[in-house]
């Protein structure tokens, strides 16, 4: 199923990856569900075996591999129903934004971190007021010799409590006239004067991932903290988000592939019970549709991965597949809870929980809506 | 053809309403589902006012309405509420084998119960296996009546239920034979477990329930003796039209929050209602609804005056869950990031209406059903 990450030492990797999950991720998942957010020695655990970030360079602590290890992780995960140690944020959303527009001092700086696990990241774009519509953020940043001074509210934002090196989207007050070019990156630390954190909220499912508010009052950092150029932040957010919803589409696929294969195993197991055969001969359409479905996001996903790989424009293909795979997922979890009967809302039977996680998919890293408006744009609509 | 309500129908709607608006507080919503209890105080007072018991006899302490009526109830509580609607439409669940087919000694003990708010009724039915096949758990005659043994699952508030309607086959020979027997759950014999948390509907939890030689008498048997399988099907019956209301209410009372979240919420300079992408859900999912609703109303009609359509029930419980569960899924969206939270309150909708959709009969199932119904069985 996985052509494109399946030569030898892919799936040699994706093998020991599995282990270290059985062994050290999914025994103690349920009790951090239940606390709501993951302990940062599992983050230290994941990067101690090289499972983050392991794209990055050797010279800034990584193990130089290509980009499609880091899926391989993304994948296991959101098969495993991981939600919470959201790796793939860390290591293929956030990182790449200091890798891409860092200087080789901040790269020095913060990438070994990155890798080890000690600096846990995170990207604050959303505010209360800007979701969807990115360019009328109100975060400001104001310059005063070697440092900025921040002051705005983030929002829904993921590893908030975790985060030691948050990338902030703000506004510096240039006045251009088009909002798109006032908006820079800045990086900033735990500890920084003024840098608080709000609620870890309470949602849906996701529930060990920690998703809050980021506060920022008089935060103060260096103005070395900014990456790239001020007036440049928007067509880095533009071009990273590509990536990102790459990430989000395996997130989609893979647990779509895991519910339905849980489904299965749970229909064989029944299959003794009186009145389970002609259960299952009835569902026999609905489930060859969902399998279809799913064989097909997977054929689509795997080709969108060599795209982006090769280094070749993405964005209507990968605007496409993260729409079209969140909604299959959802569709194919929802089905699949009709074939579990009354044990479908049952937290104890997993497909439960990734019900309730599965409904984050079309929404975050830019909306169904919003893909649908960037492919119309493509397409010239 | 008349497709208006009556002046009395619309006021019990616009009763059930306001009792909803002004006691289902979304705050307190919020905690009960978090706690996964019951709540009591709002059920007590529901019950005072008899909405619950509204399709009872007078003399029970009800209404005398019909299932129509029951259903605007229902459908304006889910409205406002989908968690505090489904657990008070779910309170007296089974009752309706006392109230059609009860003894008029077992009616003047357990309608008044349910109508007046005094204790829980619940129906053991679910076991194990499929829905497809046979009950198991078994009701053998002696000399001094009965022993029941066996296991029953899904059975709603079974840990705070004053009576249990338990479906057993009594007869060795026949597995299709049956009978309900009406118990308190404080018998010898009976232990009740919860079946954990649940990711819908969680202000009713499930239970299991086993029976290890559990003597009752024949006095225990609701109504007739052997004619269980048919007074099943009947309160199937009927509990789809109420389930179908729940559905209703809930896919109504998402919609609804959608539209007035879309109408305040700008982005891109415009209040997000003006967007085509939301005014195509919002369209859409108002057609599941509109239809789902007058699919349930039939079905209730044609109950009420006597003529239960096997078909209409399945196609309103059908078309009702599948709006409640559509629509919740878009009103979630059209909130975005914060419709994925909690404190945003939608998202419990579309839990709820996920988890109602799984309750008793799944889709696939409804459709065998309805196949059946349509076609014949399949030789």
Redesign the interface.
Known sequence: MHDVLDTQEHHAYREAFKAFLSREILPFYDQWEKEGIVPRSAWKRMGAQGYLCPWVEKEYGGAGLGLEYSFIITEEMAYAGVHGLMAGLHSDIVAPYIHGFGTDAQKARWLPGCVSGDKILAVAM?EP?????LS?IRTTAVRQADTYIINGEK??ISNAMLADLVVVACKTQQESGSPHKDICLICVEEGSPGFSRGRN?????WHSQDTGELIFRDCKVPAANLLGEEGKGFYYMMEKLQQERLVSAIMSQSSAEAVLQMTLRFLSQ?RG????R??LS??QT?IVEMATDVEIGRTFLNSLIRDHLGGEDVIKKVSMAKWWTAEMA?RVV?LC??????Y?????YKV??F??DA??H???AG???IM??IIAKVLGL | MDFQLTKEQRDIQTAAREFALGEFDPDMAMEFDAKQQFPVGVWKKACELGFLGARFPEETGGQGCGLLEHSLIVEAFCRQDSGMGMALALAGFGSEMILRHGREDQKSVILPLVAQGQGIVTAAVLEEAPAFSSIETSARATNHGYVINGAKSFVTLGTIASYMIVACRSSSDAPHIQSNFLLEPSLEGISVSGMGDKMGMRMIPVDRVTFDGVMVSEENIVGRSQCGDEQLRDFFTELRVETAAMGTGIAQGAWDRAVAYSKKREQFGKAIVSFGAIRNKLADTYVDIEMARLMVYKAAWSFDRGRPDTRETLMARMSATRAAYRTAYEAVQIFGGYGYMTEAHIERFYRDAKALELLIEQPPFQRALLADQLLGKVQ
Do not use: V
Not at chain 1, 273 to 276: C, N, S, Y
Not at chain 1, 344 to 348: I, K, P, S, T, V
């Open positions: 959303t007021d800007a979701g969807s519509d009328s929002i829904y909220l309470e949602k849906t499912g029944q019970l009186r009145g389970a002609e259960g009835m569902s609905m959802n929802s809870l009709d074939l579990y009967r009354d479908g809302y049952l937290e104890d439960g929980r019900f309730r409904r984050a079309p929404i975050y909306t169904n809506e649908k408006r």
